[in-house]
């Protein structure tokens, strides 16, 4: 990078390709969200059969182009606007050394050395000391004797020159190091030359990410990070104060924290985890197909004693040893991603809305919060907690859940606007006997419940105040007390579905309005009498040896809803039994909550 070069710039340039880049990013991912969201959903809706299917595999692929496009402008843009702010920031520092010479009537030459006048000494006689010609040195002990000259010549000019000298020469310097460092970056960013979108490509996507936000560090700090422990409405207050470019930058560069903020936009939240969605499986399914599979002679017997046992061999001990751990943590969360994956796919499905993926993570056993139908413009939310066992491997049935809490608002109140989100955004116990007694599982969990709901409201975009219901099944229910008891719960009705026992000692410290708290308790569900009869411990035992629960409606003041099949004359709904059938399709007990759901109180049924 030479003066004349750097001085002729001009970064504005570099900064309208990245417009230009973003705007093919944005125009790509509009294109998949039409496909994924019209086009199939409309498809669905009208046909039927094989050449469906093979239609919307085909417009599955598509769309997996536009997303890769949308993916890799996005870096694109991201590198080219960080390349103009170093350049630019170089450039300011070499005209103010250039506009600094000018001042002086020093001569600056394509060099870069600098020509000063001569000038009168310091002290001494005022006979003019000599002018002369002085460049940058780039030796420490050829730079320390230039310094050690010019402090030692009678004329001042010469050491005014030699600092601007420096001032040019470091400019060059930084702007040569700005080329030298983007130009592999942006060279990297190339697809290949064909129509798949492969693991393999979007795992080079991951690390063409990764190689921007590196190269970028600087040009991302100037546009500033959300703030530290924030609150949702500062998440989104911060969102709405970046300009455009900024906002892309910083979701271009870093997905996986846009997609954490509560408070941000559902489509933004959903943008942001989509790409890091994507890469994980990416990278998920690479990682594991690179791992040798298990012996498939896993067991064997040996006597000992009199009896014959049934042991591992030593070839899957040893496979165990090495891969085993890797093995189980990428195929069970590939289970849970492909189970999310087909949510998205079943998008029009007996009228099912789009999907928002608002959180995502398969660190441990995984965390993921998926909307069925957009929430910021969403009359009624339902926000619903799994309980014991729930990890990412399992998400497929409290999604499955949801999409049929959402077919039945439908189906009971067709002109109201309904998002229904599984939220799995906690470590839930792993063990009815080793974890669900205890109580942490509730407490460590709780704020980041409590911040979600308060991000639907920093978030919400639609017209009044959105009606939100929140939603627990067993351990979950425990939860939501635990939230209600430690903070403010952001909620307008609360329902607990095979309940052990909540955190607060009555319906009327669950921070909604007297009346809105709701339970169910199906016929056969051992999970709310292992509440009543000592599940938990003593830490929830409230008075007199008894255990509260919302089932207990004269104790803790819930009110049930029944889960029975109706009476005769009735829609002929069925009954929910044992533990797990709360959401079962053409139960009263899933259009119970429904009713509850979209505010319709007056036709919820009691128990017979």
């Known amino acids: 990078m030479d003066l004349a070069t750097l001085r002729s710039l001009e970064p504005q340039e570099f900064e309208h390709a990245a417009d230009g880049y973003r705007a093919t990013g944005d125009m790509a991912g509009a294109a998949k969200d039409h496909i994924e969201n019209v086009v199939v959903a409309g498809m669905r809706k009208s046909l039927k059969g094989n050449s469906l299917e093979a239609a919307v595999g085909e417009l599955k692929q598509l769309s997996a182009n536009f997303h890769y496009t949308q993916i890799e402008c996005g870096l694109v843009s991201t590198a080219l606007n960080a390349f103009a702010h170093d350049l630019a920031a170089a450039r300011r520092k070499l005209l103010s ?53 010019a402090n030692a010549d009678p004329n001042p000019h010469h050491a005014e020159a030699l600092v601007l000298a420096d001032r040019i020469a470091h400019a060059l310097k930084e702007a040569a190091e700005a080329d030298a460092k983007w130009a592999p970056k942006i060279r990297a960013l190339k697809a290949d030359d064909d129509l798949t979108v492969s693991d393999a490509d ?33 998440n989104a207050d911060w969102w709405e104060g970046l300009a455009p470019e900024e906002r892309s930058a910083y979701l271009a560069a870093h997905p996986e924290v846009v997609g954490e903020l509560d408070g941000l936009p559902a489509e933004i939240r959903d943008e ?48 165990n040893r090495k891969h085993g751990d890797e093995y189980r943590h990428f195929t069970a969360s590939l289970k849970g991603m492909t189970a999310i994956q087909d949510r998205f796919d079943d998008t029009g499905n007996e009228g099912l809305p789009e999907a928002y993926l608002l959180k995502f993570s398969p660190e441990g056993n995984g965390r993921a919060v998926i909307a069925t139908g957009n929430p910021d413009t969403a009359q009624h939310q339902a926000v619903y907690v799994p309980g014991t066992t729930s990890k990412l491997e399992k998400i497929g049935g409290d999604i499955n859940r949801m999409t049929e809490l959402w077919r039945q608002t439908a189906e009971t109140s067709p002109d109201a606007s309904v998002s229904t989100i599984t939220w799995l955004g906690y470590d839930a116990p792993q063990s009815v006997v080793k974890d ?60 607990f579905a095979g309940s052990p026992g909540v955190k607060v000692g009555h319906a009327d410290e669950m921070d909604v ?84 759901v979209v505010g319709k109180y007056g036709y919820v049924t009691a128990p017979e």
């Open 513 to 596: 309005p007297k009346g809105h708290v709701w339970n169910q308790e199906a016929d056969g569900d051992p999970v709310p009498d292992l509440g009543r009869w000592g599940h938990g411990g003593s830490s929830w035992r409230l008075g007199g040896g008894v255990f509260l629960i919302p089932s207990d409606e004269e104790a803790f003041g819930a009110r049930q809803m029944n889960t029975g099949p109706e009476g005769v004359g009735s829609s002929g709904t069925k009954g929910a039994t044992g533990h797990s059938e709360y959401w079962n399709r053409g139960t009263t007990a899933l259009k119970n909550q429904a009713l509850v």
């Open 436 to 495: 669900a007694p205890f109580e942490h599982y509730a407490y460590d969990g709780a704020p980041a419940y409590r911040d979600f709901l308060d991000g639907l409201d920093a978030s919400h975009s639609g017209t009044g105040e959105p009606h939100r219901t929140a939603i627990g099944h067993s351990y979950g229910t425990t939860l939501i007390g635990a939230a209600a008891e430690t903070g403010t719960l952001n909620a307008d009705d609360v329902i």
């Open 202 to 234: 979007l795992k080079d996507a991951q690390s063409d990410m990764k190689g921007v936000r590196e190269a970028g560090k600087e040009y991302l700090a100037s546009i500033g990070g959300p703030p530290a422990d924030a609150t949702p409405r500062e």
């Open 272 to 319: 942001a985890n989509r790409v890091v969605f994507e890469e994980t499986r990416s990278e998920y399914r690479l990682r594991l197909d690179s791992l040798p599979k298990p012996p498939a002679d896993e067991w064997t017997w040996i006597t000992a004693g009199t009896y014959p046992t049934r042991v591992h061999t030593d070839e899957w001990m040893a496979w």
């Open 97 to 149: 050394a250039l506009d600094a010479a000018e001042a002086s009537h020093f001569t600056v030459h394509a060099d870069g050395s600098v020509t000063y006048p001569e000038g009168s000494p310091r002290k001494g006689p005022q006979t003019p000391a000599r002018g002369g010609t002085i460049g940058s040195l780039t030796d420490p002990t050829a730079q320390a004797v230039a310094r050690q000259a």
